[in-house]
């Protein structure tokens, strides 16, 4: 790629991972306020962040007079998605420490009873050790850790087989 053609692709990049953060850290925030992100429905999330993930390539296509390279979807897509990814990640760490430290808290306690009703036998020092690592996964450079690897294997599956559906190459590459 040209200098030329770099601009225009890290502009477009950067603004789809701005969007695909935003709907992410806006569905994540209503589900767990509304109490739906503890619930069989917590997937839901999943939909939009495929339709853009989708939206992304799609619109990188059309810039390319309809053409796009298994490559260069990829790039797209997995870029974009990291983006995402990271502003939503650095969002949930701000909200749990910081904006609504007391739901942090409540998923706390929503675990213990979860362990106390699905293992009764646990003793409460097995329960608290349990309890420990879950406070530990919420201090913020684990959780960004955690948050960022669990994105990229998400955007990497979802993109490999979005970018292997709308790949469309040129016959003559010299076109």
């Known amino acids: 790629m040209t200098i030329k ?3 225009p692709f890290w502009n477009f990049v950067f603004k789809q991972g701005v969007i695909y953060g935003l ?8 589900f767990d306020l509304l109490g739906i992100a503890q619930t ?6 999943l939909i939009p962040a495929i339709v853009i993930l989708f939206y992304t390539i799609q619109e990188r296509k059309k810039t390319q007079n309809n053409f796009i390279t298994f490559s260069e979807g990829m790039s797209v897509g ?9 502003i939503s990640t650095l ?5 749990f420490n910081l904006i609504l430290p007391e739901r942090k808290q409540a998923l706390l306690n929503a675990s213990r009873r979860q362990i106390e009703e699905r293992y009764p036998d646990m003793s409460e020092e097995q329960i608290n050790q349990a309890l420990s690592y879950s406070e530990y996964a919420f201090q913020p450079h684990i959780f960004l850790a955690v948050g ?5 294997i998400f955007v990497s ?4 087989i979005l970018a292997a559906i709308l790949k469309k190459e040129k016959n003559n590459p010299f076109e």
Do not use: H, Q, R
């Not at 069989?40 to 999330?45: A, E, G, I, V």
């Not at 969002?91 to 909200?95: G, V």
């Not at 599956?157 to 490999?160: A, E, G, H, Q």
């Open 91 to 95: 969002f949930s760490i701000l909200y």
């Open 78 to 86: 997995i870029v974009s998605g990291i983006i995402g990814g990271f």
């Open 23 to 30: 709907v992410m850290l806006i569905i994540s925030t209503s």
């Open 40 to 45: 069989n429905w917590s997937w839901l999330p």
């Open 157 to 160: 599956l979802v993109v490999l």
């Open 148 to 152: 960022m690897v669990v994105n990229i």
């Open 5 to 7: 053609n770099e601009f």
